[in-house]
């Protein structure tokens, strides 16, 4: 059994006239003391999936269906009060701290203290000073900084601050919401070696969502691509950028300029994201992928695992592993998007709102 | 709060009142009509109304070889030599410096005698209205605003915001009329700070008597008053509630109401200290209308009473302690931000 257990996740936001379906049916798992990195362009529902495990989401946004699994246990199902008791004691969140994330008007170390008094409360007040001071330590700030205010520190020291706090309570779980991206270069390695650094020393799982490839690269073991609330491939990192399956995922890895490879910019993706209002049908990345069949339009593709953890959505995508070449594939072009459509009883994208499309299938 | 910040606040405040001391002085003296001649009967002689010039220092330059005449100011150049010191405004400062604000033109008394009298009954008002308003401000303001668009929201904001657009005197007027005379049912007294001839054995004794009069005047102030902070504290709710770091004090797993009370009530209460400050001068011209409704004995009805009469010395001190307290009220917000918001106070 997985630390954490995410199935068929759908998260839906009511919006005037309508509803972002921001993200449709994914499932992934986090081991214990493992780094996943959730990956994926703005708006592709990294961020509201961790919102939604994490009961975060906006009053407009809500879990449709799904299961979410810590140890075993049914976060969904779990009432408000029960709910509020286990948050940062067992699974918290590192926001960007560099942000606006810290508050204000009160002293970084009463912020730090502040979970420890509230979910530990035969700790002394005195006992969790002491504690904050070493997490000070342990992120390597001075602990005489306890008593200054977080305007008075820079943005990666906030951040550091931001980490001491997630730590806090010692959870066996810490999303990374974009924890490096309004840092420097610089600052942005350093964070990213204090985090890998807690992590091994705590045998913490960390889920860090990002759109930095790069960072998940040298941090995670294993990253889950999504596109547009879909989970399209998921596996290993080395397996993922060495031999990505995904027409996204291979796009995706292409635009990243490799350092010692040509001096030009990777190839983008053509095209934008779709308005999560109102997605296309099927494989929400159909109408940008050239390796679009029929079959795209008419459903989401069932998870299918390659071995060693590799799981993709695709139907390009052959029986033994190997993601075919657009030659080889009835691809779709103008009428025939259409023929294909109505054969397969999918209407065109721009018309079509799925009520219940289909999830990936649980592969784990 | 450091002491450069401190230091830097206090040296406003005292710039400030140096310029509406010499604001004060010019004010006064070039406003039309003539005090020796609502002093005196009509048929008077004019060496007789000479005389009273004289004795009010009026005949004096307003400034080294600034005459007032009938005809408009004169300026007259030999004279300067001779009236550096002995000038009306040389006088006037070292009156101010020796807390001399002259004497009334009417009441045989000296003017700050004459005002020590209706200050505390002002300061009463004032105090009890603003605390009423805040206090019903602020907490309308934060429970409409995390509700937003909630019964309370509504109910609450809407008749604020009429309550915000209706004239003081006017309401003050309205509770008058309902409350204290027999068109309506007459629970509180109409008039004056304490009941007309009734002694007391000491002050103490008074307070009752003195609260039930303050009723009607304080609730048309605070009513008049509370819209402006509640709006104000519903609105910067709502904007600090869609702060970050209340999705990390939520995260953290405090309760709602902690989130509330330890992380959003203390950012959002800063614009409204703000208010609170810049407010403070409409809050004594709104004084002045309900007093006068309620012939309330504090400075209000006294600058009514001066502006009739031409009481100039009276007028001339109010207006002088009036904008004073405005700047230290300023002062006092200033210096509370600091202590609620580390960020200003460098």
Known sequence: MALLEIRDLVVHFRIRGGVVRAVEGISFDVETGEAVGLVGESGCGKTTTVLAINRLLPPNGRIVSGSIRLDGEELTALRRGAFRRKRWKEMSVIFQGAMNSLNPVLRVGDQVREPILLHEPGVTRR??????????????????????????????????????????????LVFGDEPTTALDVMVQAQILELLERLRREFGLAMVLITHDLSVVAETCERAVVMYAGQLVETGPMEL???????????????????????????????????????????????????????????????????????????HAVSDEGRLRAPSELPLLSGAAVVLAAEESGAELAMLDHPDDPPGVEGAA | ????????????????????????????????????????????????????????????????????????????????????????????????????????????????????????????????AEALALLLGILI?????????????????????????VPLFWLAMLLLFFLATPNGIPVFPSQQMTTPGRQFAGPLEAIPDVLAHLVLPAFSLALG??????????????????EDYITTARAKGLRENDVLRRHAIPNALLPTVTLVALTFGYVLGGAIGVEQVFSWPGMGTLI???????????????????????????????????????????
């Open chain 1, 240 to 314: 993922l950028h060495d031999r990505p399956l995904h027409p996204y995922t291979l796009r995706l890895m292409r635009s990243v300029p490799d350092v010692e490879g040509p001096r030009d910019l990777g190839a983008g993706i053509p095209g934008q994201p779709p308005d999560l209002a109102a997605p296309p049908s099927g494989c929400r990345f159909h109408p940008r992928c050239d390796h679009a069949v029929a079959a795209c339009l008419a459903a989401f593709p069932p998870g299918r695992s390659f071995g060693t953890g590799h799981r993709v959505a695709c």
């Open chain 2, 225 to 242: 008053l509370f819209a402006g902070y509640a709006l104000i504290m519903r609105s910067s709710i709502i904007d600090v509630l869609g």
């Open chain 1, 127 to 172: 006992e969790a000073n002491r504690r904050v001071s070493e997490l000070f330590e342990l992120v390597g700030i001075n602990p005489a900084r306890k008593k200054q205010y977080p305007h008075e520190f820079s943005g990666g020291m906030r951040q550091r601050v931001m980490i001491a706090m997630a730590l806090a309570n010692r959870p066996r």
């Open chain 2, 304 to 346: 009514v009473r001066s502006v009739t009469q031409k009481d100039f010395p009276v007028l001339q001190g109010l207006f002088l302690l009036i904008t004073i307290s405005v700047v230290l009220a300023n002062l006092v917000a200033n210096l509370l931000y600091a202590v609620l918001d580390p960020r200003v106070r460098r």
């Open chain 2, 1 to 128: 709060m450091s002491r450069d910040y401190l230091a830097r606040k206090l040296a406003q405040a005292a710039l400030t009142i140096v310029a509406i001391a010499i604001l004060n002085f010019l004010l006064f003296r070039l406003i039309p009509g003539d005090p020796v001649r609502s002093l005196l009967p009509r048929n008077v002689s004019t060496q007789q109304k000479q005389e009273l010039r004289e004795r009010l220092g009026l005949d004096q330059p307003l400034l080294p070889g600034l005459y007032q005449t009938p005809q408009g100011l004169r300026l007259k150049v030999e004279q300067i030599p001779d009236t550096l010191v002995e000038n009306q405004f040389v006088t006037y400062l070292g009156n101010l410096a020796s807390l001399e604000l002259g004497r009334s033109f009417f009441e045989r008394k000296a003017v700050l005698d004459v005002i020590a009298d209706r200050f505390w009954p002002t300061v009463i008002l004032v105090i009890s």
């Open chain 2, 141 to 165: 303001g934060i429970r409409a605003g995390w509700k937003r668009g909630g019964p309370f929201d509504i109910l609450t904001i809407n008749p604020a915001l009429v309550l915000y657009a």
